[in-house]
């Protein structure tokens, strides 16, 4: 039996599976899931994968009427083997890999920064500064930077 911590982790971790599926962070984040849920054996670890992919799949087919309630059972669903693998462990290993899922946890929610089509995202400070004539942006279009034309009677 888990102690309270490790189920609220467990939990955590399924919440990560849903939140991160189909996002940038995906693919980083899946393949730290399968790395420690297939505890060194690269079967195990190729199995989880495609668990994690089908999971993703089934998110990005659901119908946007019913997407809360596959997010709400995936959630369940990754918990669930979440628990599973850390009840399987000895103490030792159990505390190494509650390190390395709150460390995955941890790592999703700060890159779970997103943002709509032809968007940028940052997940953190972003310093913009323009001086001295220049310009500047994160991103900008074509811009010409020139003096303006001095004042007088207009030429013909």
Do not use: Y
Request: charged content about 30%; proline content about 3%.
């Amino acid at each position: 039996m888990l102690d309270q911590a490790l189920v609220v982790l467990a939990s955590a971790f399924g919440a990560a599976v849903a939140s991160a599926a189909g996002t940038e962070v995906w693919s980083g984040f899946r393949d730290r899931a399968a790395l420690l849920f297939g505890r060194r054996d690269a079967r195990e670890a190729q199995v989880v994968l495609e668990r994690l992919d089908r999971s993703a799949l089934e998110l990005d087919r659901a119908d946007p009427g019913g997407a809360d309630q596959v997010r709400t059972r995936l959630e369940a669903s990754w918990q669930a083997r979440c628990e599973d693998l850390l009840e399987s462990l000895g103490e030792a290993d159990r505390e190494e890999a509650a390190g390395q899922l709150r460390e995955l946890v941890a790592r999703q929610a700060a890159g779970a920064v997103t943002a709509g089509d032809d968007g940028i995202a940052i997940g953190g400070n972003a310093d913009i500064k323009a001086d001295r004539g220049s310009a500047a942006a994160l991103r900008m279009g074509d811009v010409t930077l020139q003096n303006p034309p001095m004042p007088g009677p207009e030429q013909r």
